[in-house]
């Protein structure tokens, strides 16, 4: 059997802390690898950089320079997580066997990659990665994580829970990822549901080793926002079904006022009224603001932009990059 070209792709944003260190292990493990002969002599590692604001590019270039393992792809602004393993997989389609994303902080035990491999032999297209636990997070991780799988399930989205984007693509499906033309993706959701035989491998979750977690509060309430929104429609089947409880209320309302009417009785205070024209406002305000952020997100898909811009490309095989998300 041939040995699989592997390439690992490494989404970076201001990693120049961890990074010198994380290319160290990665080598090293990519060395093993090879003398092992489980990957082929053209296997890189190549690192994304998504629009950093450190030195992290130097360093990936200071590293494609020392060593031919090494590669590089630099974005023209930060994109984001997902568009930078979606970059890195693309550039990687057509000269690997096989893709494995990975962070650039190795959290993510990368001994683990034996076991991916074992599973991609064995005939998976697609291989999760699964943490073990997550005690590594904190009280605030740990929470929204539980919220936003158990929000993903509710609302229809099939999510793997406690798989991050650390996972093994074949070819044959990154040709099939690289159909989908959305520029508002959620990989988590989307890979999941392209079917192909599949594996988990699981793997514990180690601390950052130095720097900070670049997902920001704001960057995890975006990728909720993005992976609700690309891969469900449910909250506005929801915001429709509120319509009719509110309307349902009202008709009730309605008549018990009627009836006080006939009675004679005097409708005591405003307090009541008030508070349910309060009710139905918000409950109005939320369905449109669900309905708002649909119609944004099919404005975006209308206008078929780039979904990134690739700045620059070190790939060692002479071939021009593809400059823009589209293909
Ligand atoms: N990352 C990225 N773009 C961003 C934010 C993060 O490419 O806008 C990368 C980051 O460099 C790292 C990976 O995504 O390789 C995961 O980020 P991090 O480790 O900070 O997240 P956490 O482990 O805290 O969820
Ligand atoms: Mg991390």
């Not at 092992?36 to 950093?52: E, M, P, Q, T, Y």
């Not at 991050?164 to 693509?169: G, T």
Request: with cysteine.
């Amino acid at each position: 059997m041939k040995t699989t070209v592997l390439y690992l792709v490494v989404p970076c944003y201001n990693e120049e802390e961890v990074l010198e260190k994380s290319a160290a292990r990665l080598k090293d493990k990519m060395a093993r690898l090879t003398q092992a002969g489980r990957i082929g002599k053209r296997s890189r590692v190549l690192f994304v950089n998504d629009g950093s604001r450190d030195r992290t590019w130097e360093i990936i270039r200071e590293l494609t320079k020392q060593d031919e393992l090494f590669a590089g792809l630099s974005f023209s602004r930060n994109y984001g997580h997902q568009s930078a393993i979606l970059a890195g997989m693309l550039a990687a389609r057509g000269r690997a066997d096989a893709v494995v994303t990975i962070d650039a902080d190795l959290q993510q035990d990368i001994e683990a990659l034996d076991r991916f491999l074992d599973c991609y032999e064995n005939g998976s297209e697609i291989v999760y990665g699964i943490r073990n636990d997550r005690n590594t997070d904190g009280v605030f991780k740990k929470t929204t994580a539980r919220i936003f799988y158990k929000l993903m399930h509710l609302l229809g989205c099939e999510t793997i829970t406690n798989h991050a984007d650390y996972r093994l693509l074949s070819k044959k499906a990154l040709d099939a990822l690289a159909e989908f033309k959305e520029v508002n993706l959620f990989l988590r959701g989307l890979i999941p549901s392209m079917g192909f035989a599949s594996d988990v491998v699981y793997f514990d979750v180690k601390e950052r080793e130095a720097g900070q977690s670049k997902y920001t509060l704001r960057k995890m309430i975006t990728l909720a926002v993005d992976g609700i929104t690309s891969m469900s429609t449910r909250p506005l089947q929801i915001s429709t079904g509120l319509g009719f409880v509110a309307c349902l209320f009202s008709i009730g309302m309605f008549l018990s006022c009627i009836i006080d009417w006939v009675n004679g009785r005097v409708v005591a205070g405003w307090t009541s009224t008030v508070a349910i024209i309060c009710l139905i406002g918000g409950m109005m305000m939320i369905s449109q603001g669900i309905i708002g952020t649909y119609i944004g997100k099919i404005y975006m898909e209308s206008k078929e932009r780039p979904r990134y811009i690739v700045e620059a490309v070190i790939l060692h095989d002479g071939e021009k990059e593809d400059a823009n998300g589209r293909d």
